[in-house]
């Protein structure tokens, strides 16, 4: 066999597909929607080659309830949209936050609202991916900035899914999905799988919804032989309607409770030039990419400027924050939205640094210029 | 054959707080019970079969009996069962729904459905009303009936779901009233043995609100009007359209033998399997 390089030129939509598979995703149900379409193309030739299955549902609504299918029918699940098809999905989004059903959506971000900018970067679903379905429900969203971090971040959003039984949203943008970068991936048999925890008691025993020391409970496939009822009522422990207060309660808090446990592991955070910093750049996915470009040339004109690169957006990883805010004067926060992350910036900032914001909503990115000039005006 | 009570000790969830959720009279219960006579006289595994449902008062039959069952969102029971079915082939998929479950907010998901011949078997519950939110009019009330949101009658034209199902391509279609019990456990068992995608429609009485709301009288009288008015299919081909007018024609509507979506699936997988060399090397 001839060496292979390394390296593999990549596009970030083509990353996620292969992280997702690397994790062991076998089953894709999804719509055409740009700009995230690549995934599903890729898909559909790969996923027959390892065995798995995928298919063209008739609109996101069935695509993300078809994988909430597939995935109590024992597969690791996905699919993979952008805006408009995402707010179809919030529906049964609620449905496997409830059901504590495992799945990854992969959320390749457009302008909006509407039909918007379909083929133009944004990061306008952050708090959608946040709060977008109703009720009460905890959620974890991953944000690459990379290509070779997509790869990663898929990989990491199927094993979260997997470890608490909840979805798990891995939110690109345009930028990092279409872009192409040379990348060094692990070879699958290197990558780090999690998979549910299965009951190993026999099917009598099986009380589906109580909850293990880890707060998250033992999963059996349809078909094992643990017959037993999902519904998206709020239910008991044995997975049946109820509406008494006190089980209720515990049905709703228990998914947040082990969210909580997993808070440390959940959040990805990376820092580059903090030590001394006395400015911060607070920024996620593309902007990231414009931020340490911007850090850089700062940081030649004297300027003691890091970055705290949020790979994690939900739940927000506020200590990453609260670590550096005793050393910070200014927090920056340039977003390809109106501010979503930057009123979580300034909730956890309580008053202590000064907070500023750069926005833009009209499908460009902000520059690293801008971002240079910003600083230097706050810095002064 | 087997009693009521054997059923019920049979397949019935016995740690489940009874009693159900249906009214006194209601029509629910006797698909359900059709549905289990069925299952049973094939001799299916209750581990083998997932009961999957959408919202409303057929939604919560799967939470009475001792399957895989699945209570999902409105509309969308389908897409759901379509993922569950392609991840575990095994499983012997049943999906209950209810007229506005199917061909309202489920419509799109019905047809496509349909025409994706996945082996499953749709059992729907028509009503003509929404009964679990309080009789308002849905697509398959008839034209002029009355409802709670149509008082004056409904001026909208019907569903006709076995129909749909057969125009949207379903390789299965049958329909049978709830008086028609025998018909009933008969179809739901061709409908699940049948390889493909099968549609059966069941006529159900709503005596709390369709009943009232029309002045038909209760459980009775509407079972009464059920069994004068079905036709089955090799009578009504006799029958000219006028003769026909008002009447529900029971029976196989449509049975073809066309490929079944998972078979054409995994001889996609066979293929590309073959093409690959070296398995999952990236």
Redesign the interface.
């Known amino acids: 066999m001839s060496k292979k390089s390394p390296y593999r030129l990549m596009q970030g939509n083509e990353a996620a597909a ?1 992280g997702a ?2 994790a062991g995703v076998r ?1 894709f ?1 999804g719509y055409p929607i740009t700009p995230s379409t690549e995934i599903a193309e890729i898909l559909s ?1 790969r996923l ?4 798995g ?1 995928f ?1 063209q ?3 996101e ?3 993300i ?11 690791k ?1 996905l699919t993979a949209t952008s805006g408009p098809g995402f707010s179809l999905m919030q ?2 989004l609620g ?1 496997a936050c409830l059901t504590e059903t495992p799945l990854v959506i992969v959320n390749v971000m457009r302008g909006g609202p509407s039909t918007g900018l379909p083929t133009s970067p944004s990061q306008g679903d952050v708090m959608q991916a946040r709060w977008g379905t109703h009720g009460d429900h905890p959620i974890i969203v991953l944000c690459p900035s990379s290509v070779e971090e997509t790869f990663h971040y898929a990989v990491k959003a199927v094993n979260l899914s997997e470890k608490y039984r909840n979805p798990v949203i891995l939110l690109m943008d345009e930028v990092i999905g279409h872009m192409r970068a040379r990348v060094e ?1 692990p ?2 048999s290197m990558v780090e799988t999690v998979n549910r925890i299965k009951p190993n008691m026999p099917p009598e025993w099986y009380i589906p919804y109580e909850r293990s020391s880890m707060g998250v409970s033992p999963m059996a ?5 643990y ?7 709020v239910h008991d422990v ?1 997975g ?2 109820t509406s008494k207060p006190r089980e209720a309660r515990e049905n709703i808090l228990g998914l947040f409770k082990k969210i909580e446990r997993g808070f440390k592991e959940i959040c990805l955070v990376d820092y580059i030039h903090m030590k001394d910093a006395q400015h911060a750049i607070v920024a996620y996915g593309c902007m990231v990419l414009s931020a340490r470009s911007a850090i850089e040339q700062l940081r030649a004109d004297g300027i003691k400027v890091g970055l705290i690169k949020l790979g994690t957006l939900w739940p927000f990883p506020r200590f990453a924050l609260e670590h550096f805010l005793p050393q910070l004067k200014t927090i920056l926060v340039p977003e390809l939205n109106m501010g979503q992350i930057y009123r979580e910036v300034v909730r956890v900032n309580a008053g202590r640094a000064v907070v500023e914001k750069i926005n833009k909503i009209n499908g460009e990115i902000i520059s690293p210029d801008e971002i240079i000039k910003s600083m230097k005006g706050l810095a002064r | 054959m087997i009693s009521n009570a054997e059923l019920v000790k049979k397949y019935c969830r016995h740690d489940k707080k009874f009693p159900h959720i249906w009214c006194p009279g209601c029509g629910n219960g006797i698909i359900l019970n059709g549905m289990l006579r069925a299952i049973d006289s094939i001799g299916l595994a209750k581990d083998d079969i997932a009961f999957v449902s959408g919202i409303g008062c057929s939604g919560r039959a799967p939470v009475y009996v001792d399957f895989n069952t699945l209570h999902t969102t409105h509309g969308r029971a389908l897409a759901f069962a379509t993922g569950l079915k392609l991840a575990n082939e095994k499983l012997q998929v049943i999906v209950a729904m209810g007229d506005g479950d199917s061909t309202a907010i489920g419509g799109n998901h019905f047809i496509h459905a349909c025409r994706r011949n996945i082996d499953m078997t749709a059992i729907i519950f028509n009503n003509y009303i929404y009964g679990m939110t309080g009789g308002q009019y849905s697509p398959t009330t008839p034209h002029g009936a009355k409802g709670s949101t149509c008082r004056a009658g409904n001026i909208e034209n019907p569903f006709n779901i076995s129909a749909l199902a057969e125009a949207a391509g379903a390789s299965f279609v049958a329909r049978t009233t709830t008086y028609h019990v025998m018909q009933l456990q008969d179809l739901i068992k061709k409908a699940i043995r049948h390889h493909g995608f099968a549609v059966v429609e069941v006529v159900t009485h709503c005596p709390t609100l369709y009943g009232r709301l029309n002045k038909v009288g209760g459980a009775t009288e509407m079972l009464k009007w059920q069994k004068e008015s079905a036709i089955h299919k090799k009578k009504a081909e006799k029958m000219t359209a006028e003769e026909l007018a008002g009447k529900i024609i029971t029976g196989v509507l449509v049975e073809r033998d066309l490929p079944e979506y998972c078979d054409l699936y995994n001889e996609i997988i066979r293929e590309a399997q073959e093409q690959v060399s070296g398995g999952e090397a990236s």
């Open positions: 292969e598979m690397a089953f149900a030739i027959p080659e390892l065995g299955k298919i549902m008739e609109d609504i069935a695509s309830a078809a994988i909430i299918g597939a995935s109590l029918g024992g597969a699940a529906e049964n449905y991936l070879p699958w496939s349809f078909g094992e032989g017959r037993y009822h999902v519904t998206g009522l044995k049946f309607p």
